[in-house]
């Protein structure tokens, strides 16, 4: 199985600062076939489903703030919040979709400081 | 727009059975895999099972395999999770989910809770 792990566990950054959540997987997940890696980026908060923020790694959803940016290839992967907004606050994850089983990192909790 | 709606949770004693349903429509239901995923009580997400496009060769994690059988009718638009033998850390709010769409596409859940 894909073991994705991201760092930190939780993080308190300033309301505008920014703030930037890490995802490492224990083999590459990019597909040679179109050269994407298959990483997604959720947002959770409480009482709701897991919203998709990012796919491809790097493709932001539709409707998405262009504050949130994925980075990244192969192994190591980034979600950059360039300036927090109150409404940021919540639950982070990432997740492989390159092969079952599909693996989910542990979460982000994001607050403020 | 593309919709996932779940249906059919509720609460079961241990040892058993439910069906959850996921009513799939705004994309071509029967051209793409389809998943199962749970999320238990203040906890993180894991992937439970995976079927085909045409219901064949369902996957399934290995807490669940022999208990829960994934199905679909593609005439329908509709996908299952069969959940036999039902333990209370099966306990979960249970999405259905399609990554073939570009974005994942997920429901808004169905709450499972096993307990006597």
């Known amino acids: 199985d894909i073991v994705m792990t991201q760092s930190p566990d939780s993080l308190a950054v300033s309301l505008g600062e920014r703030a930037t959540i890490n995802c490492k997987s224990s083999?590459?997940?990019?597909?040679?076939?179109?050269?994407?890696?298959?990483l997604t980026w959720y947002q959770q908060k409480p009482g709701q489903p897991p919203k998709v923020l990012i796919y491809?790694?790097?493709t932001r959803e539709s409707g998405v703030p262009d504050r949130f940016t994925g980075s990244g290839s192969g192994t190591d992967f980034t979600l950059t919040i360039s300036s927090l907004q109150a409404e940021d606050v919540a639950v982070y994850y990432c997740q492989q979709y390159y092969t079952t089983p599909l693996t989910f990192g542990q979460g982000t909790r994001l607050e403020i400081k | 727009e593309v919709q996932l709606v779940e249906s059919g949770g509720g609460l079961v004693q241990p040892g058993g059975s439910l069906r959850v349903s996921c009513a799939a429509s705004g994309f071509t239901f029967s051209a793409y895999y389809m998943h199962w995923v749970r999320q238990t009580p203040g906890k993180g997400l894991v992937w439970v099972s995976r079927?085909?496009?045409?219901?064949?060769?369902?996957v399934y994690a290995d807490f669940v395999k022999g208990r829960f059988t994934i199905s679909r009718d593609n005439a329908k638009n509709t996908l299952y999770l069969q959940m036999n033998s039902l333990k209370v850390e099966d306990t979960a709010v249970y999405y259905c989910?399609?990554?073939?769409?570009?974005?994942?596409?997920w429901g808004q859940g169905a709450l499972v809770s096993v307990s006597s």
């Open positions: 083999q590459s997940v990019l597909y040679s076939s179109n050269n994407k890696n298959s």
């Open positions: 079927i085909n496009s045409d219901g064949s060769n369902p």
């Open positions: 989910v399609c990554y073939g769409l570009g974005s994942p596409a």
């Open positions: 491809w790694a790097s």
